[in-house]
């Protein structure tokens, strides 16, 4: 990689706030701002501490954009009155992030309900929420991004596990509306990835936003990816499986791969490290970001 595009890749690294949670809002904004960053991918509890009209305002001041806002989903419930909070937390979520000027809502589909084994019936209500919500999101230019999790997290959390089901559940809607998650951790281990990858390559456009003219002269749809996040898998897991995220480089995954194939299906948006781990938490946060920098530069260019 040359030198420039090297430089070119790193204007698109984001740092997603609970990487550093011990950074408060107003720390995030201004350590990422020293650090040369222009994105951060935040998440809802803490917008709404701060809430949401100061935080947008203190990342548009900072010089930083919202890259993504995490999260909203749970769509699996099938009582009717949980299934009712959920489309009306979802609604909210949407406000948040179009109030953040972010155009990605990241989703987490939900587990099984309790004492179900039924994970097709489950899909099937991810993707009725999805019919419903993903206009009320266009509306106010906010793309849903579905992420599929590593599959230990099916019974409880996601019932969205590869790469190739969170696809086959966005293709039912404009790819301007829905999007999918593509994030290390929870796919690294997966063999059937880079097909997935290299599906999405034939239908790809070199750009997030202003599309391209395809051969006939028509624009081309929008990359399927709506967000990008970096984390390694390092073992033993130091603190269960949410929070043993590894620093970039520490563990299994071959993170240039996947950032050259998701760059090969058209995605040109922001990068976004996310790490949850707690020996990250402990340090100094001006450290962590700086190797941060540092991991990103020598591992993902």
């Known amino acids: 990689m040359t030198d420039a595009a090297a430089r070119t890749l790193l204007s698109r690294l984001s740092l ?8 408060s809002l107003p720390e995030l904004a201004d350590g990422c701002a020293r650090a040369g960053l222009r994105g951060v991918g935040l998440w809802r509890a803490p917008v709404r501490a701060y809430g949401a009209t100061a935080a947008a305002r203190l990342v548009r001041d900072a010089g930083l954009t919202v ?18 909070a959920a489309r009306a937390d979802n609604r909210a979520a949407v406000e948040e992030a179009a109030e953040l000027g972010t155009d990605t809502l990241v989703l987490v589909s939900g587990g099984l309900p309790p004492g179900s084994r039924d994970l097709t019936g489950a899909r099937e209500r991810v993707a009725d929420a ?22 230990m997290y099916a019974a409880d959390r996601c019932v969205v596990s590869t790469l190739a089901q969170a696809l086959d559940l966005a293709e039912r809607f404009p790819a301007g509306q829905v999007g999918v998650v593509v994030d290390t951790y929870h796919l ?16 790809a456009r070199p750009s997030r936003t202003g599309g391209e003219a395809g051969p006939t002269g028509a624009e081309a749809p929008p990359s399927r990816i709506a967000a990008f996040q970096l984390a390694d898998w390092i073992t033993p897991l130091p603190e269960g499986v949410l929070l043993g995220r590894g620093q970039l480089g520490d563990g299994a995954v071959d993170l240039r791969w996947f950032r050259e ?3 090969a299906a058209g995605y040109r948006g922001p ?6 781990n707690p020996a990250l938490w402990s ?13 990103f530069v020598a591992h993902v260019t």
């Open 283 to 295: 340090r100094n946060g001006t450290e962590v970001l700086a190797e941060v920098v540092t991991r």
């Open 271 to 276: 990068i976004e490290v996310e790490i949850f």
């Open 261 to 263: 194939r998701v760059d």
């Open 67 to 84: 890259t993504s806002l995490c999260r909203g989903g749970f769509f699996t419930a099938e009582d009717p009155a949980e299934r009712r």
């Open 188 to 203: 690294w281990w997966d063999d059937t990835v880079g097909a997935q990858l290299a599906r999405l390559a034939r239908l």
């Open 130 to 151: 999805l019919a419903e919500l993903a206009p009320y999101a266009a509306e106010r230019g906010v793309r849903l991004a579905l992420e599929p999790l590593h599959p």
């Open 16 to 23: 997603n706030q609970e990487t550093i949670r011990q950074w």
